[in-house]
């Protein structure tokens, strides 16, 4: 939702508007017309021009820019008449501007302020309130001198006296092949930033960081979290903890997770007042979220207020990661110090050792958040620098250690795609200590140099799953209680990982679990108990289900000829250790199935019909739209503990010939209900799945589709025999 226009310099004195500010996705073609049209040659009468566009903003009488018309009343020249009340010569139409709009000018020029006088006794006799802001304008240079001026003014004083709340500009600055001082204090004036430039690629680079600075509110959010209520399990407590991101064109996204509450089914802010616009769906730019400074208002910006600004002081954080085989990830070699630098290898930060790369004490330091780069450009590379990744997919969990039904004591634990696994205090936003697996330390120099990138970059991206278990239901984490986490990383990698995290200021690695058949760790781990005859399971017969993720051949829109070579199967792993108990694959499984050809990224969905405690049926769909059906059967050994196969077909696979409109792709779980047939006087499994590409979700081969199917066999079990000669049911059955 992005508007833009287009003025330049006239040949002498002052600017003119060439393309009134209007929608870019439907004036793309006449806004790059205009760009492409344009010719070098002329002054450079840069105070005149910014002064124009601010008579355009305001709706005031052009002066340098009036539109000329022939004896008809036709346009000459290459004016917009748009940018004109009735598209007639004398006022400007103020650009359309909702309340609380972002506006900005980007000021471009090679050369210094040429023909540029005139500026100083019209700017603060024309432009409204300047006196407010100014008295006159500063300096004694001929040309030029009200530059800064014109950009203060706009960013200070309300443009629109018909629009509802203070309506301002922002301007950016660039030199191209030209360093000018007056150029720096403009932006710098007005709140914008100043670049230099000197080659077409570099121009580029320039204007894609003011371009991701101008939407940089375009703020996008992972599924929120809300602590349950450990005092009375009924009810879930009204605090909402939201994560946020901004995609940008660099390595680091930036990143924050935000706490608000909710009132009466309204998401409310600090201020008690409604945080969210319902018009756009977005934050209100007065908003401010719980744990934002009282002189903040974050609004829709991400990298404002929020956990990212509460962050501990570089030298005083608590930053691990598992470089040792202790489980303890607080003692030794374990904890990322400066201290500890000399244990680890420039390999294992990705390194080499060549003289241009940074060293593993300033990769520590800049991961613990000391500025090392002078990021603020204060000239001090000793303080600390606030930000947090994106969470882009991986959704926070909320945990009740204790307190009471009034003052709960909550952590929230959040996940980044800088590799970070966060443990944020509930009350204050600050975080407790911080975990980044070791294989993704080697990720860290190419984070903190933050170079352009046309790829996402992925480190911890999968959903947390708490496991709590309150033994004693006092609602307080004590005694035998504990609490683990589990998470993948998606496209950052295809472990799983589960920390101890009973003790909230000292966490444990629990157990990893990577094993060869496993693709990128995109299935949210889902625990359950089963009742298994094995010699290494845990007492309580509980396990974690996981889909073997994704297999990135299908990434390509066309449907493989091959099966998938990971992620091809369902396995079962010991809670407390991660051992792999029981899976099915089409080999080296203890259910083998010929069937199991693609990938399972989603969630399987494990259901418990008796109400004992135990699992006795499972749903999975992989990602060619197989949906597949299992049953769990009590006090069995992993051989003969599971039956299942495929009982609906509604992508390509199986299809001899697949086309695009076939090969539909399938990354959510199945949802599954219990209903009634009224007219037949009988209960079913209702079914729903929904395809979507994922990987490219502007691709439109496909034809996508949500299909909902009847399982007739409630609670019967079906043998393997059953499941081999299942009547598949296909995309034209339904």
């Known amino acids: 939702n992005v508007n833009v226009g287009v003025m330049r310099f006239t040949g002498s004195d002052g600017g003119r508007v060439l393309q009134a500010i209007s929608p870019i996705d439907t004036n793309r073609a006449a806004i790059l017309g205009k760009i492409n049209a344009l010719t070098d040659g002329g002054n450079t009468p840069l105070a005149e021009t910014l002064y124009e566009s601010a008579l355009y903003w305001r709706g005031l009488g052009a002066d340098y820019g009036n539109l000329q018309v022939d004896a008809n009343g036709d346009p000459?020249?290459?004016?917009?008449p748009k940018a004109f009340v009735g598209e007639v010569p004398g006022t400007y139409q103020s650009p359309t501007m909702p309340v609380c709009t972002r506006n900005f000018n980007v000021l471009?020029?090679?050369?210094?302020?040429?023909?540029?006088?005139?500026?100083?006794?019209?700017?603060?006799?024309?432009?409204?309130e300047f006196a407010t802001v100014r008295t006159a304008c500063n300096g004694t240079e001929a040309d030029g001198r009200c530059l800064d001026d014109v950009a203060e003014n706009l960013s200070k004083v309300d443009i629109s006296g018909t629009t509802e709340g203070e309506q301002v500009v922002t301007t950016h600055t660039i030199g191209f092949d030209i360093d000018l001082p007056i150029l720096k204090t403009t932006a710098e004036v007005s709140g914008g930033d100043y670049y230099l430039a000197e080659n077409v690629e570099s121009l580029t680079t320039v204007l894609t960081r003011i371009v991701e600075s101008i939407v940089d509110t375009g703020l996008s959010c992972a599924a929120p979290a809300v602590a349950v209520n450990s005092f009375n399990r009924t009810q879930n407590f009204n605090d909402l903890y939201i994560s946020t991101f901004l995609p940008a064109g660099r390595v680091h996204w930036p990143g924050n997770l935000k706490k608000y509450k909710i009132v009466d089914g309204v998401i409310t802010d600090d201020k008690n007042q409604a945080a969210v616009d319902t018009a756009t769906g977005f934050f209100k730019e007065d908003a401010r979220s719980?744990?934002?400074?009282?002189?903040?208002?974050?609004?829709?910006?991400?990298?404002l207020g929020g956990a990212a600004n509460e962050l501990p002081a570089s030298a005083d954080r608590k930053l691990y990661t598992n470089f040792t085989s202790v489980a303890d990830l607080t003692a030794g070699n374990n904890a990322l110090t400066p201290g500890n630098a000399m244990a680890y290898s420039t390999a294992d930060f990705g390194l080499t050792g060549a003289a241009n790369e940074p060293t593993v004490e300033n990769v520590i330091r800049w991961a613990r958040g000391q500025d090392v780069l002078d990021d603020n450009n204060d000239g001090d590379t000793t303080d600390t620098r606030y930000a947090m990744g994106d969470p882009l997919h991986s959704q926070p969990a909320a945990v009740v250690y204790g307190g009471d039904a009034a003052n709960p004591e909550v952590v929230v634990f959040s996940a980044t795609n800088d590799g970070y696994f966060h443990a944020i205090d509930g009350s204050t936003g600050a975080e407790l200590w911080s975990f980044i697996p070791k294989r993704l330390l080697q990720d860290l120099p190419q984070l903190m140099l933050d170079g352009n990138s046309t790829y996402k970059h992925y480190g911890i991206d999968g959903d947390i799953v708490p496991v709590v278990a309150d033994l004693d239901n006092d609602g307080i984490i004590n005694n035998n209680d504990f609490v683990y986490v589990i998470f993948g990383l998606r496209r950052g990698g295809t472990e799983f990982y589960a920390l101890d995290v009973t003790d909230k200021d000292k966490p444990e690695l629990l157990w990893t679990a990577d094993y060869a058949e496993f693709g990128q760790s995109w299935s949210r781990p889902v625990v359950a108990r089963v009742d298994m005859v094995h010699p290494d399971i845990n007492d309580e017969k509980a396990v974690v289900i996981i889909g073997?993720?994704?297999?990135?051949?299908?990434?390509?829109?066309?449907?493989?000829?091959?099966?998938?070579?990971?992620?091809?199967?369902?396995?079962?792993?010991?809670?407390?250790?991660?051992?792999?108990?029981?899976?099915?694959?089409?080999?080296?499984?203890?259910?083998?199935?010929?069937?199991l050809t693609r990938s399972i990224p989603s969630q399987v969905r494990a259901i418990d019909f008796d109400g004992d405690g135990f699992i006795d049926r499972m749903y999975a769909i992989d990602v060619g739209g197989q949906l597949f059906r299992f049953d769990v059967f009590n006090n069995k050994a992993p051989a003969s503990l599971v039956t299942g196969g495929v009982i609906a077909r509604f992508g390509g696979e199986g299809i001899a010939s697949a086309g695009a409109t076939d090969t539909r792709r399938f990354y959510a779980a199945p949802d599954v209900s219990i209903f009634v047939d009224k007219v037949l006087n009988r209960r079913f499994l209702a079914i729903g799945v929904g395809s979507g590409y994922r990987a490219h979700p502007l691709n439109t081969g496909a034809t996508d589709v949500y299909y909902s199917l009847r399982d007739p066999d409630l609670y019967a079990q079906l043998d393997q025999d059953a499941y081999n000669n299942y009547d598949i049911a296909l995309d034209g059955d339904m």
């Open 108 to 128: 471009l020029t090679d050369g210094v302020p040429v023909s540029d006088e005139e500026d100083i006794a019209k700017v603060p006799l024309n432009l409204p």
């Open 76 to 80: 000459i020249g290459d004016i917009d």
């Open 548 to 595: 073997e993720g994704y297999d990135t051949v299908h990434d390509t829109a066309a449907l493989p000829s091959n099966p998938d070579n990971v992620g091809a199967g369902i396995s079962m792993l010991d809670l407390m250790t991660g051992e792999r108990l029981w899976r099915a694959g089409r080999a080296n499984a203890d259910l083998t199935l010929s069937t």
């Open 290 to 303: 719980i744990w934002t400074p009282v002189t903040v208002n974050d609004g829709p910006q991400v990298q």
